[in-house]
């Protein structure tokens, strides 16, 4: 099936220090990548959807300066989020669907969950 | 605007039969999606329904009625590692953007 992997799976920084979380697919072609955020007890917040080689869309009220997306690759995106503070701890999770995969299903990576101190 | 309704919380017994229900309105609706997601875990998917009727896959099945704007997810047998947060996903055209519902949390006694 369908895999997609997120390093790392957890990450501790300081606040003012920038973070990169990365998500792979591990045996398909993504060529469009999703990214959420979910703080605890609520629901997964689209932040901004990428496909490969174009600029991220990013969904209302997320701001693109400060969480950066690159789909450089079909296999690889980057969620760097900068100039970090403790309101940014979050679980991120990103997904993945592809042209070898049900265009309309997303495969889930395991998360990465963001402590800011 | 986009939006998904869903119960905030089930309780059922072990061995029973429970429904989810999930009511949106979106635009560019395509499909109806289900995750499953246990505390401190990623979401993992259910089912998905692009046309009305009903999906089953094993002891889970999905519902939908587009006319509705309508489904739901039923769950038979129920165990105790059911117990877990259920979310409804609206799967839009324009990218297959998924916006999720609140999500239910699902208790299942002994």
């Known amino acids: 099936g369908a895999v997609v992997s997120q390093h790392p799976s957890w990450v501790i920084c300081k606040s003012g220090t920038s973070v990169k979380i990365e998500c792979r697919s591990l045996?398909?072609?993504?060529?469009?990548m999703f990214w959420y955020r979910q703080f605890p007890k609520q629901s997964l917040m689209l932040m901004a959807t990428?496909?490969?080689?174009?600029?991220?869309?990013?969904e209302q009220g997320v701001e693109k300066d400060k969480f950066l997306i690159n789909h450089a690759s079909l296999t690889l995106s980057t969620l760097t989020v900068t100039s970090a503070h403790p309101e940014d701890s979050s679980f991120y999770i990103c997904?993945?669907?592809?042209?070898?995969?049900?265009?309309?299903?997303?495969?889930f990576g395991p998360g990465t969950r963001l402590t800011v101190l | 605007g986009q939006s998904l309704e869903q119960p905030s919380e089930v309780t059922a017994v072990e061995g029973a039969i429970v429904q989810i229900n999930c009511t949106y309105q979106?635009?560019?609706?395509?499909?109806l999606s289900w995750y499953q997601q246990h505390d401190g875990g990623a979401p993992t998917f259910l089912s998905y329904n692009a046309l009305d009727g009903l999906e089953e896959t094993g002891r889970f099945s999905s519902f939908l009625s587009r006319s509705d704007s309508y489904g739901y997810l039923l769950l038979q047998e129920l165990q105790m590692k059911d117990s877990a947060s259920y979310f409804c996903a609206a799967v839009n055209t324009g990218g297959f953007k998924t916006i999720f519902g609140a999500g239910t949390r699902l208790f299942v006694k002994a």
């Open positions: 997904s993945a669907s592809g042209s070898s995969t049900d265009t309309d299903t997303q495969y």
């Open positions: 979106t635009s560019g609706f395509y499909g």
């Open positions: 990428s496909n490969e080689g174009s600029k991220a869309t990013y």
């Open positions: 045996d398909f072609q993504a060529t469009t």
